[in-house]
Nanobody, 123 residues
Framework: QVQLVESGGGLVQAGGSLRLSCAAF????????MGWFRQAPGKEREFVAT????????YYADSVKGRFTISRDNAKNTVYLQMNSLKPEDTAVYFCAASPLSASVTTAGWNYWGQGTQVTVSS
């Protein structure tokens, strides 16, 4: 079992930055692919960014490419999402996910999910 706890969400003006954190508790963190997804009101949960188990490969949604960065600190069992140049359309609940297999750009295949953290970007 892996427990995931997100933090770092909040209210920010357009153009601002936030850094989300996801602390993992349980099995060996470094052996898991990690991902970030988001869900806006009335919309389906969508892919934001993922990082492979070894951390060598990262993938981003086109909508966040160049603005968001996923990274991990295996010593702290934590994955981060640095979000810069935020836009009102980035407003959503952001979820952290973990998988013992390969990273996926869909919600399928992710075994563990956090409870989410709200990000609100004002115009």
């Amino acid at each position: 079992q892996v427990q995931l706890v997100e933090s770092g969400g909040g209210l920010v003006q357009a153009g601002g930055s936030l850094r989300l954190s996801c602390a993992a508790f349980g099995r060996t963190f470094s052996s898991y692919a990690m991902g970030w997804f988001r869900q806006a009101p009335g919309k389906e949960r969508e892919f934001v960014a993922t990082q492979s188990r070894g951390g060598a490969a990262t993938y981003y949604a086109d909508s966040v490419k160049g603005r968001f960065t996923i990274s991990r600190d295996n010593a702290k069992n934590t994955v981060y999402l640095q979000m810069n140049s935020l836009k009102p359309e980035d407003t959503a609940v952001y979820f952290c996910a973990a998988s013992p297999l390969s990273a996926s750009v869909t919600t399928a295949g992710w075994n563990y999910w956090g409870q989410g953290t709200q990000v609100t970007v004002s115009s």
